[in-house]
T-cell receptor, first 113, second 112 residues
């Protein structure tokens, strides 16, 4: 019963480096999402995907790239990390309906120095 | 422009009493509302939801009330327990159209 897993759980990197956060789900959910959680901002949507090879921007997509070549994986890449991208990142998935109950991973805490 | 607002960053309640967490929204097209609970170092977990065709939904100690005319919903926890201490996020969506929009969260502390 793995559910949805994120890796790494903790990452420290430097400004300008590329970082990829991985997300893997075992439920074959169609929809997957990336949110970031910041103090004073709550959870903000970065990108989401309705199916393999279909992705859409959320509220704060700048500086991030996503791909979804397989249904179960939804990696998030910061091509050139900035300090403002220091955050806790949550991946989530859900079944057929976009507004269905989301199942979240445990989060990836990223620090950009 | 924040579409889902939780204006109380924190709330402290005594064990056994009622906790009331509030949420306001601005988008009249929202028709589905959810509450999520989040413990430190864990991902949010679904707690309870309500459709806009209802004004109340109850699940054990948790009840969500929806007032569409006021664009307001609230989560009632009765009785509150120390294990309820967490951050609670309100979320809303337009069914079949857009992903969930979350509020900033309210940190609930239940004091024994």
């Amino acid at each position: 019963d793995a559910g949805i897993t994120q890796s790494p759980r903790y990452k420290i990197t430097e400004t300008g480096r590329q970082v990829t956060l991985m997300c893997h789900q075992t439920w074959s959910h169609s929809y997957m999402f990336w949110y970031r959680q910041d103090l004073g901002h709550g959870l903000r949507l970065i990108y989401y995907s309705a199916a393999a090879d279909i992705t859409d921007k959320g509220e704060v997509p700048d500086g991030y790239v996503v791909s979804r070549s397989k249904t179960e994986n939804f990696p998030l890449t910061l091509e050139s990390a900035t300090r403002s991208q220091t955050s806790v990142y949550f991946c989530a998935s859900t079944g057929e309906v976009v507004t269905g109950e989301l199942f979240f991973g445990e989060g990836s805490r990223l620090t950009v120095l | 422009d924040q579409q889902v607002k939780q204006n109380s960053p924190s709330l402290s309640v005594q064990e056994g009493r009622i906790s009331i967490l509030n949420c306001d929204y601005t988008n009249s097209m929202f028709d589905y509302f959810l509450w999520y609970k989040k413990y430190p170092a864990e991902g949010p977990t679904f707690l309870i939801s309500i459709s806009s065709i209802k004004d109340k939904n109850e699940d054990g100690r948790f009840t969500v009330f929806l007032n569409k005319s006021a664009k307001h919903l609230s989560l009632h926890i009765v009785p509150s327990q120390p294990g309820d201490s967490a951050v609670y996020f309100c979320a809303a969506s337009q069914s079949g159209n857009t992903p969930l929009v979350f509020g900033k969260g309210t940190r609930l502390s239940v004091i024994a």
